[in-house]
């Protein structure tokens, strides 16, 4: 059976409600059910990074993701495991999917909605110099098969261009 | 390189002045925002080049820069030991930071920009933190003064941003907003009423939580906690700053109640509890840190409580920071034993209230 809530996930709480003497039954997974304040008798550490890091060591466990390094800074999930930091910007990108789950956990959601951020304008000397210098290392990425980073490269661009 | 502590604005600590709402409750309101500069790897994994061309960005930048036109750039990195506890002692840098940390050793490039109400912490955890910190109960004021800087900041170093998760930080703990608005706040209410365990809970479950006096890992002494907001993603700034007020406004009217009930219910043995920890201050030749925190934290209910008069909130917050270890020796001009550093911290106590409260009673 499916969680009520997220739609994704099996439902392991059953939660039976009663409200104004009408009974209501509702089927959540165990995250959802934590983000309702739902107690359930899995023990949730309580300190956040905790229980990230205790996250992490459950994805750590599947070998691929273990192998994983992140391009720019040779961060690997293990790596994260002994210190609770990521190495730089980029790991966001590299391990996102084990991220949006681990952030998941630990703020009970995993988009931003708070300020937005465009960064300083380059002068356009400077914007001519960084699209030249991307469509570079663009043809270096593709010529090693760096394909990730070239893809990355590529999104930059567009938004530059 | 030695600290010249008059050269930094207000001496780092405008905040100690006692004014703004409920300032013997609550001490004072911080919002720091935690930012990382594009194109580097986070602190903890950069070079030191790295990290010295970071500081040097920020530095340049903060020229331009109406709030910290007044900073002074203090290098974190080449000050002797006791200096580096000194500004942690005025909370302007982590221990982190001030390499005071057993598992963080002090990182080449590590400063501190110490400005009026603001200051901003280069290569800690992440390469900016940057904090407003001000008097009393005024989450709106701190917030205010911190966009306006991330506002400055942000226009001429790039931040790492991405839509989807938002600042990205080193731990993700902070990821999204980066946002930790706190409030040092005391509450002798309703630690000698019993209530605080309930409280502490109920913020937990409300998606703060609390720590002591120094932050992050330290403990809780003289009934002063930290509260802040737990998580950073998924809710706005305004959204988790006006949780947090609400969420305080709480607390503080909880304390106010408590205190009432104090005095109605056993008045006589808190005005006994707290003459007789004024008496200790006054009269004492020995006291430890943390038995002054306790005796301070009494002195401050009956301030509170208006049992003693003639005694200002400044001077119980100068006495909280100006009688830590490394301020006492530097008070000395020499490294005290442990037992000197007993001596030195009643002395000075003793010397404080009888010229800033001679006549409180």
């Known amino acids: ?161 | 390189m030695s600290l010249d502590l008059a050269l930094l604005p207000d001496g780092g600590v405008g905040w100690l002045d006692g004014s703004g709402e409920t300032p013997d409750i609550v001490l004072s309101t911080r919002v720091r925002l935690a930012r990382n500069v594009e194109g580097f790897a986070f602190t903890t994994r950069a070079r030191d080049g790295e990290r010295l061309r970071v500081l040097a960005q920020v530095r340049e930048a903060a020229t331009l820069i109406p709030s910290l036109h007044d900073a002074v750039t203090v290098r974190v990195d080449e000050l002797a030991d006791i200096d580096r506890l000194l500004l942690h002692e005025r909370h302007l840098v982590s221990k982190e930071l001030a390499g005071l940390d057993a598992q963080h050793p002090l990182r080449a490039g590590a400063a501190v920009l110490v400005g009026r109400d603001v200051s901003v912490m280069v290569n800690e955890e992440d390469h900016i933190r940057l904090q407003a910190l001000v008097a009393g109960f005024a989450p709106e004021r701190a917030w205010e003064a911190a966009l306006a800087l991330d506002r400055e900041l942000g226009t001429r170093v790039p931040f790492s941003f991405d839509s989807e998760f938002g600042f990205l930080t080193a731990c993700p703990t902070n990821t999204g907003t980066g946002m930790r608005a706190s409030v040092l706040i005391h509450l002798p209410g309703l630690v000698l009423t019993k209530e605080i365990s309930k409280v502490l809970a109920g913020l937990q479950q409300m998606g703060l939580t609390y720590r002591g006096l120094y932050g992050e890992g330290s403990e809780v002494v003289g009934n002063f906690f930290q509260i802040s907001n737990q998580t950073t993603l998924g809710r706005s700034e305004d959204e988790l700053l006006d949780h947090l007020t609400r969420v305080v406004r709480h607390v503080v009217e909880r304390e106010a109640e408590a205190r009432r009930v104090l005095l109605r219910d056993a008045g006589y043995i808190i005005e006994d509890k707290v003459w007789r920890a004024f008496a200790t201050l006054r009269h004492a030749r020995m006291l430890s840190f943390d038995e002054a925190m306790n005796l301070l934290s009494g002195v401050r209910l009956a301030v509170g409580l208006k049992l003693i008069t003639g005694l200002s909130v400044y001077t119980l917050n100068k006495l909280l920071i100006f009688s830590q270890p490394a301020h006492l020796e530097r008070l000395e001009g020499r490294t005290l034993s442990e037992s000197e550093g007993l001596l030195a911290r009643a002395r000075y106590v003793r010397q404080m209230l009888a010229a800033e409260a001679p006549l409180a009673g």
């Open chain 1, 1 to 161: 059976m499916l969680c009520d809530q997220c739609k994704e996930r099996d439902a392991v709480v059953h939660l039976t409600q009663i409200v104004e003497n009408a009974v209501t039954q509702l089927h959540l997974c165990e995250q959802c059910a934590a983000e309702r304040g739902v107690e359930t008798t899995i023990a949730t550490p309580k300190h956040p990074l905790g229980d990230f890091l205790k996250a992490v060591q459950q994805q750590a466990m599947v070998p691929s993701a273990e192998a994983t390094r992140c391009a720019a800074c040779g961060m690997s999930l293990k790596d994260f495991r002994a210190t609770g930091r990521l190495g730089c910007a980029r790991c966001y990108g590299t391990f996102q999917v084990s991220l949006r789950e681990l952030l998941r956990r630990v703020h009970g959601s995993a988009t931003h909605a708070g300020r937005s951020y465009n960064g300083p304008q380059p002068a356009p000397w400077q914007r001519a110099n960084s699209v030249r210098e991307l469509h570079d290392r663009l043809k270096r990425a593709i010529d090693t098969e760096a394909f990730e980073e070239a893809a990355t490269i590529r999104d930059e661009l567009r938004g530059m261009e």
